[in-house]
């Protein structure tokens, strides 16, 4: 499955200004379908209605550090329900450490991207996500 630009995208992160970059790097690679959540809690809220509505995300791009759900939380709950445990997911850190790239990967994680990063970074994570 090839990544569609065309798809439903979901960029969370508590930061406004994040959200914006990430928002401006996609509309760049040529996405039209992001919608944003500013923490975990509304992120997996609005996975579920857009489900439940007959327009699920094809895509999540999350933050890992987030104040009410975090992004590995977000994660633990996508995985373990079935209408979205094989939904890719792209968490994103400002912390590069080994242990917390094995714990996303542990919880399922598609890829992980440490910021700061540019666009050419970020279509290389999600090209190897939807290869």
Not at 24 to 38: F, H, Q, S, Y
Not at 56 to 79: A, C, V
Not at 98 to 110: D, E, F, I, M, P
Request: hydrophobic share 45%.
């Amino acid at each position: 499955m090839a990544f569609d630009v065309k798809q439903k995208i979901l960029v969370v992160d508590d930061m406004s200004t994040m959200r914006k970059i990430i928002k401006n790097m996609l509309v760049k690679m040529g996405c039209t379908n992001i919608v944003e959540a500013d923490d975990g809690k509304p992120a997996w809220e609005k996975i579920q209605e857009a489900y439940e509505a007959g327009t699920p995300f094809q895509f999540i791009l999350s933050d890992w550090n987030m104040p009410g759900m975090t992004g590995l939380e977000l994660l633990k709950h996508i995985r373990a329900d079935q209408r979205f445990n094989k939904l890719p997911f792209l968490m994103i850190t400002a912390e590069g450490e080994q242990s917390n790239v094995v714990t996303a990967v542990k919880a399922g994680v598609s890829n992980f991207i440490v910021k700061p990063f540019n666009q050419q970074t970020l279509l290389a994570k999600i090209e190897k996500i939807f290869k």
